[in-house]
């Protein structure tokens, strides 16, 4: 079956022998040994988690990684429900008495769910056909005699059967019977249909034209009024919002299956070549070549019509989720606060800033509304209670919410800061993405009892400056919105591999047990979330742990969970140091081995890093415990519990620049990355509007990926390459040498984001008309520059637009 290079780039498409296992084929894929692969589906099967698998049964696996195991449990998943389907297929087959070896042989090598369906079509059950009509009739020894020999005349022939009491009234109707027994059998072919449905997505497109008098509503698609890109050149972004676009009844799609040809196409000629049709001149040649056209216009390229939009919904949508999912990762990881003492403002306009002050356990202390802004101007108001409650409650961090009225509670912070220096204020906006679905959640009503809803966004924001992590897991992830058409994508996929994300993070990081909530207690390994319950209950009752040997005394949390979970929970200043760190229970007896050889105590040989690198690995391994293992406990052992989540740093906003009016071309200015998407990231300079760093303005060499370059929450110096006020776009750039758009076109172009229903994007590298990643609400940011934009001008600069008209 033929594949296209650049597709299995993107993609990672590999074929592997038909006859391999479920195992085979999987290390195939991954181009690990078959007796690895074999142990980590046996340990999956056996109710392991991948962070356990990953950390604890290195030896097993010979030391697969998370990456390589969440991969095998996909491919697991995938292969199994084939081979599910493959007997439910031999099954139907076999009760209609049709299965033959050969038949058996096909179904059985079928390598993809695809070709599985294909191979099964002709046997599929379905409702009356033409064609089981026309065979009931007996036109089928017409059919079969035409195609045999052309040299036939087909009216001559089909007159012998014409019978009026089977509904063949004339020759005519028993033609179009043979024709309608042909087309099915055209279109039926495994083989053929396998091969031209290969052959239209390596040379076919997907084309798009605005619907009459859509242009006006559907503006923020306009860069598909008029476009065409092959299949295999375009990007998961593009595709939905052309989908977006279509189910808005704004876009007609149409999936060309080459360009544009005089005369038949060159599928045409390729169904008449498997069946052995060609116009010799014969009486039948020409009856033949009309059904080949008919079959291939009205059976054949339907088919695969919904195959290769299938195909790349599938497509784009993978890859939207694995932005949306390395997106989500960072978000997890981001550089946490600590144990400080921290007020949350969410700020607004008409109905005030909440406030919330948490101590450095969480724990809410004081909460309050003010209002320094319009209509209110109670200025010196606000900072005067702001002042009392960081002075009376030590407060070390302002967190501020990062949505409406944000810079203006930005600099309100700032004046306190300055009026009160002897407080030694810290100020941080952070990300209040989900804040608000928070709030109104039922877990916010048990955590936050009697709180109005709208102060509980505050508690939020200033939680998740102390530990992103711990507040963000309160959050159903797709809520969080750093994905690109999140609400396009398969509710299943997004929340299978989010759910995957946050299990890694969580179990990556660590959870005191002692002060962890129950949604994060939830996204341990083997932990579920009426244990979680059980776990906090327990907690409240009895008071903190104080080993981990405790948590068997917790209802229903048996050997298993146990086992699954004791080592991603930390309990600290504890019974037995060990618990504070990330060696699991069942390697103690290896420390104490260590402990002996070194003459220390455990507490002692803690963080000793001069005698723990004076131990040979080597020494401690046995039969339980091999090299991959004995070292990960050398290694913590030096920094137990250790967070591998970055120093906390902040970005400073430049004074001034406050809305997108505030912009010129040329400035430099610090922000936070908010998001990363297929074609750029998006930075937020503090004006209220994400501006777009396109990936083409990254770097002076070839960006593959833009997460190569930044990831969310990184802190970065940009530069503005063009502002456009109406669109609400800002163009920017990593590469701070880069040229700048000229004044006078401030008002007009761009490319950017808008907060909230954020929307961006990339200037197209389209083949025909003008593309780009239309528009569309939700967190999918992504409405494209026109094509004379500042964006369009660096891709010039870059050798990748024509200077003259745009395109590619």
Known sequence: MPRN????????????????????????ELGVRERQ???AVELLDGGSTVPFIARYRKEATETLDDAQLRTIEERLRYLRELEERRTAILESVREQGKLTEELEARIRGAETKARLEDVYLPFKPKRRTKAQIAREAGLEPLAEGLLADPSVEPLAAAAAFVDADKGVADPQAALDGARAILTERFSEDADLI????ERMWVRGRLAAKVREGKEESGAKFADYFDFAEPFTDLP??????????EKEEVLDLVLEPEEPVEGPSSFEAIVAHRFGIADRGRPADKWLQDTVRWAWRTRILVHLGIDLRLRLRTAAEDEAVNVFAANLRDLLLAAPAGTRSTLGLDPGFRTGVKVAVVDATGKVVATDVIYPHVPANKWDEALAKLARLAKEHAVELIAIGNGTASRETDRLAGELISRHPELKLTKVVVSEAGASVYSASQYASQELPGMDVSLRGAVSIARRLQDPLAELVKIDPKSIGVGQYQHDLSEVKLSRSLDAVVEDCVNGVGVDVNTASVPLLSRVSGITSSLAENIVAHRDANGPFTSRGQLKNVPRLGPKAYEQCAGFLRIRGGDDPLD??????????????????TGQEVASLIGNTGVLRSLRPADFVDDTF???TVTDILKELEKPGRDPRPAFKTATFKEGVEKISDLSSGMILEGVVTNVAAFGAFVDVGVHQDGLVHVSAMSRTFVKDPRDVVKPGDIVKVKVLD???PRKRISLTLRLDDETAPQERQQGQGGGGERGGRRGGRPPQQRQGRGGSGGGGGSSRQAPPPANSAMADALRRAGLLDPKNGRR
Do not use: C, F, N, Q
């Open 580 to 597: 504070g760190s990330s060696v699991h229970p069942e390697a103690y007896p290896v420390v104490r081995r260590m402990v002996k050889t």
């Open 5 to 28: 290079p650049k597709w299995i780039r993107r993609y990672g498409i590999v074929t592997t022998p038909l006859t391999a296992s479920i195992e085979g084929r999987i290390a195939a």
């Open 626 to 628: 091999g090299l991959p």
């Open 37 to 39: 692969v074999k142990a």
């Open 236 to 245: 998961s972004h593009r595709i939905l919002a052309m989908l977006r676009g």
């Open 194 to 197: 396998g091969e031209l449905r």
């Open 723 to 725: 502002v456009d006020i």
